[in-house]
């Protein structure tokens, strides 16, 4: 049997090595390494100590040594034999209970079903024939079976099979089948399928606090159903109204259970969502001048307008720019970190050379560029945790995303054609990753037509560019200029540093341009009292973990946060961004900018300014 099979792991008659028992248990002498001839000779001159012997084991219940039997024929049949011998045995009715569902997946990986419009109507024929037939070995892997038929109903179109077929995994312990409607979530909103999702939630939604309460399932559970159902039901709301209003009543009473909304995300999202166009923006409003928090609000609102802008032209289903909306942001505000990073170059890596380079300005902090974007797509395909919609979503939507800027000015069309170009190579690696993570067909049919060179040239010869494309190419806004140090004094940089487990304790801490991230460190251990004994590592994204935008302790394996000259990191008024201390215990502190002064009265530096709440305990909590 494969080492994979479900049949036979956990039966009496396999072993952990996944040899038979009769083939895994030696004779003591043997695996002794000692002859048998030569045992019996040491016997005669003095009695060997005697060992209970082994227990029998158990025998090997005839209907498992069946299944084995058949699973061994099985492997041995081509694809019509398989198909044979599971009809067979369904209805000779000795079919054991996982034999099943490894024989239908055995079936179905045997061919291409994404492309293979008579294959998926033969394995639903099956899986139909199982139903009927003995409907306790179907209601056993539902889950499973209800997957892979959604996933042919969208490859055959066949959207009016979506409903029951989710509604199906309310009908399953909510425990056996909840990993798998997690992942079916993605795969639903790319397609526009919230009502079945909404539906199929408030059915599931008892279950599910049922058990979480009896700890059948991780207590986050809940929450993040919850979550998932908001954001559904706030945008499939948004489509369906007629005066979309982030107080409305009826949304509010239909989502109460599930959660509440951030109140400023909902009144962001109906205002943005319903507008009939986007705002006069200009390409200052995201220029080298704007400090980090307004960059990231009016980013925001930037999305919401784009996802907007997509339903008025294409009819793109809220649900399905969202998966878009969300990585993008992610990847700007990370590109944001790491500004210094231009044509792929990526940023210093030397562990003894972090000090910056002078940064090359940018065309747009709105450009996805292509180093960044390779980066943040290859996150999206974890080991445990792929997510291969939310990035088919972002590598569709990226050349619409392009577009979009130039038709409101806040790129040149020369740049648009710039950027698409670099990031071209970008849609036949994800068709890859797509095909190989088990996106549907339809999915990645899509990026390949988004990106294909009719569309790419419908985008460039759109003639609502024409005016744009003649103009010049607007020259880069100056940088804003370095802070200078006013004669005898000194220029300071003043962080607001706020622990993450209880926001309501933070420090101000002024430090000297010339000092650096190691200094910075100390300060604050100092400022919470903590030893200085373990690991610390800054991370300039604010994302834990993050080794492209990490410096970290020097005897870390990052870059050198003892070689980072704070006055070098080119920081923007409030920007943040994290520091960890302690790999193990994992302190959590945001750091963000909140004053300059040219003008700081020399002295010693870091200095704790001011200290607000009760220090955390290093050690065992508060």
């Known amino acids: ?84 011998l599971f009809l067979e045995t369904l209805a000779s009715g000795e079919m054991v209970r996982e034999e099943a569902y490894e024989m239908l997946q055995g079936i179905r990986d045997k061919t291409d079903l994404r492309r293979d419009p008579q294959a998926r109507a033969r394995y639903a024929e099956l899986v139909e024939r199982l139903r009927q037939d003995a409907p306790d070995l179907y209601r056993h892997d539902r889950p499973y079976y209800h997957e892979n038929l959604i996933n042919d109903a969208i490859a055959d179109g066949r959207w009016e099979a979506i409903p029951d077929l989710v509604a199906g995994f309310a009908e399953a312990p909510v425990e056996r089948g ?169 940023r210093i890596r030397a562990k003894k050379r972090a000090r910056r380079q002078p940064v090359v300005q940018p065309s747009s902090s709105l450009v996805p560029r292509y180093a960044s974007s390779d980066r943040h797509l290859v996150g999206l395909f974890g080991f445990l945790s792929a997510q291969p919609y939310k990035a088919a979503a972002l590598t569709e939507l990226l050349p619409a995303y392009l577009h979009f800027l130039a038709r409101l000015g806040l790129i040149h069309p020369t740049e648009m054609d710039t950027a698409l170009g670099s990031l071209r190579p970008l849609a036949g690696h994800m068709r890859t990753a797509l095909d190989s993570y088990g996106a549907d067909i339809v999915a990645v049919q899509a990026v390949e037509a988004a990106w294909s060179e009719p569309a790419l040239a419908a985008l460039r010869d759109d003639p609502a560019l024409a005016e744009a ?73 604010g994302r834990a973990w993050d080794d492209t935008t990490e410096y970290a302790s020097p005897y870390g394996e990052g870059p050198s946060a003892e070689e980072v000259i704070i006055g070098d990191l080119s920081l923007r008024m409030k920007q943040k961004f994290l520091y960890l201390f302690d790999y193990g215990d994992e302190h959590r502190f945001d750091v963000q900018l909140v004053g300059i002064n040219p003008e700081a009265a020399k002295g010693d530096y870091p200095k704790l300014v001011e200290s607000h709440g009760k220090a955390p305990r290093q050690y065992g909590g508060w």
């Open 178 to 346: 909840i990993d798998i409607f997690f992942r079916l979530i993605g795969r639903l909103m790319y397609h526009g399928q919230t009502e079945p999702l909404i539906n199929t939630i408030k059915q599931m939604w008892s279950g599910v606090l049922d058990s979480v309460a009896s700890d059948k399932l991780m207590p986050w559970t809940s929450d993040e159903l919850g979550g998932e159902f908001l954001l559904v039901a706030s945008y499939q709301y948004m489509e369906t109204a007629e005066t979309p209003r982030a107080d409305d009543p009826a949304l509010l009473e239909v989502t109460a259970p599930y959660g509440t909304f951030n109140t400023e995300w909902l009144e962001q999202a109906v205002r943005c969502l319903s507008a009939p166009s986007p705002s006069p923006w200009q390409r200052a409003d995201f220029g080298q001048a704007v400090d980090a928090e307004q960059w990231a609000d009016d980013l925001g609102v930037l999305l919401f307008e784009f996802m907007a802008d997509q339903r008025r032209r294409t009819g793109m289903p809220f649900s399905k720019s969202e998966l878009a909306r969300q990585q993008l942001f992610g990847l700007l505000h990370q590109q944001f970190a790491e500004p210094e990073e231009t044509g792929g170059e990526g």
């Open 469 to 541: 494309r003649a103009a010049l190419l607007p020259e880069l806004a100056p940088l804003p200029p370095k802070p200078v140090a006013k004669p005898g004094a000194v220029l300071t940089y003043t962080f607001k540093v706020t622990y993450q487990r209880k926001r309501s304790v933070w420090q101000l801490i002024e430090i000297a341009e010339d000092q650096t991230l190691d200094d910075l460190h100390y300060a604050i251990l100092s400022a919470v009292d903590f030893d200085s004994d373990h690991l610390y590592s800054f991370y300039m994204s």
């Open 1 to 84: 049997m494969p080492a994979n099979s479900k049949l036979g792991r956990n039966d009496p008659c396999w072993c952990g090595s996944g040899k038979k028992y009769k083939h895994c248990h030696m004779r003591q002498d043997q695996a002794e390494g000692v002859e048998p001839a030569a045992a019996s000779a040491l016997a005669a001159i003095a009695p060997l100590p005697t060992e209970p012997a082994a227990p029998e084991p158990p025998p090997v219940p005839p209907e498992i040594e069946a299944a084995n039997t058949r699973w061994e024929q099985f492997e041995a049949a081509d694809l019509e034999g398989e198909v044979a």
